[in-house]
């Protein structure tokens, strides 16, 4: 049972890890990250993670008046 949820567990690290990659860039470039509001930086991608296994998420960014990416949201939608 024990190695089933490690398993598990890796799984979702590994077809997650892109996620890891874009919080760190987006961190280091001041753009923030939201799931349906909540906000996640690289301290708490694992629980992101666990969140869109979870659902059907769109991203959406959001730009200031200069064109710039301010912020990346994860909006779930139902099909």
Not at 6 to 32: F, H, L, P, Q, T
């Amino acid at each position: 049972m024990i190695n089933n949820k490690r398993c598990k567990k890796e799984r979702v690290c590994d077809n997650y890890a892109w996620i890891s990659d874009e919080i760190k860039y987006a961190e280091k470039n001041g753009i923030m990250v939201s799931v349906c509001g909540e906000y996640y930086s690289s301290y708490n991608v694992k629980d992101l993670m666990y969140v869109l296994e979870e659902g059907i998420y769109m991203k959406d960014y959001l730009s200031d008046n200069e064109g710039r990416i301010v912020q990346i949201n994860f909006n779930k939608i139902n099909l």
